[in-house]
């Protein structure tokens, strides 16, 4: 569990960055409500957001 006001998972994250092209930790809040509570868990959002998008740009990279 990342953000516990609103339960989102770090996979949830993963997803939607994947399938939405969500950019930053913004976008996130903006799409799944996860770091809009308290804001506890914008730093493990923004690493999550950080680490997925390099996977991908290392994946596109390789194709």
Do not use: Q
Not at 26 to 34: F, G, S
Not at 43 to 54: C, G, L, N
């Amino acid at each position: 569990m990342v953000c516990e006001c609103f339960d989102v998972t770090d996979l949830e994250i993963i997803d939607a960055v994947k399938k939405n092209g969500l950019e930053n930790t913004e976008d996130v809040t903006n799409y799944l409500k996860a770091g809009g509570g308290c804001g506890k868990c914008l730093d493990r959002i923004e690493k999550i957001v950080h680490k997925t998008r390099a996977s991908m740009e290392t994946s596109s990279a390789a194709d």
